[in-house]
């Protein structure tokens, strides 16, 4: 089993819709997770983390649930800009060695 | 907040010919970084994680003795692509660990470097 696992896509949704990422991940000691976000070409840049109470930043929620090694993010109305590959990441249980998923790439549509 | 610079962006070299690429943290220091490498639409390949003042630590199926990492000091590490070939060419990309105290560690990337071998 992979370490990080998340959903193939590509999901392509139309402006304003809503869509949510999955991920599992199979270290149960992990300390951190994050979102981050690859466009096209560029590095990754860093979304959000994931707490275990779960958070919101605008139209992006992440929630955390340990018990089932499980990260999701939410997007509502998405944009345009949302266009772009979202990585999920997890730490060891240090917090110093990070693992990427494989990412999923999701397309706005106009 | 972390910036991390990584130089050159784009390179072009001869195939047999050294490519040394730079990552440096701005406005902190960072005693591990890491080097990856991505191929078009494929997934992110961590290939070895430096240590300042120590040698760095590689993947498996890396070649130590052909990407020459070097992490002299704590705000810059250097991959040096010896001897490179065409199946180098690749998207280069370093990060830093910012540690974050009592809160979670980040980790912040560099640009990317470019690399095409002829």
């Known amino acids: 089993r992979k370490e990080v696992e998340q959903d193939p896509g590509p999901f392509n949704v139309p402006e304003g819709a809503t869509v949510a990422f999955n991920c599992t991940y199979s270290n149960s000691a992990s300390q951190s997770f994050f979102w981050y976000r690859q466009d096209c070409r560029k590095e990754p840049k860093l979304l959000m983390s994931?707490?275990?109470s779960g958070n919101e930043d605008g139209r992006f929620t992440a929630q955390l649930n340990r018990a089932s090694q499980y990260i999701s993010l939410l997007i509502r109305d998405s944009k345009l800009s949302d266009s772009a590959t979202y990585l999920c990441?997890?730490?060891?249980?240090?917090?110093?060695?990070?693992?990427f998923g494989p990412g999923t790439r999701l397309s706005v549509l106009p | 907040g972390a910036v991390v610079s990584q130089h050159p962006s784009w390179v072009i070299c001869k195939s047999g010919t050294s490519v040394k690429i730079e990552c440096r943290s701005l406005d902190f220091q960072a005693t591990t970084m890491f080097w990856y490498r991505q191929f078009p639409k494929q997934s992110l390949m961590l290939m070895a994680t430096s240590n300042e003042g120590s040698k760095a630590t590689y993947e498996q199926g890396v070649e130590k003795d052909k990407f020459l990492i070097n992490h002299a000091s704590l705000t810059l590490s250097t991959l040096t692509v010896t001897s490179a070939h065409p199946e180098d060419s690749s998207f280069y990309i370093c990060?830093?660990?910012?540690?974050?105290?009592?809160?979670?560690?980040?980790?912040?990337f560099g640009a990317g470097s470019r690399l095409t071998v002829l």
């Open positions: 990060s830093a660990l910012l540690l974050g105290g009592t809160g979670a560690n980040v980790l912040t």
């Open positions: 990441v997890v730490t060891d249980n240090y917090g110093q060695n990070f693992v």
């Open positions: 994931v707490y275990s």
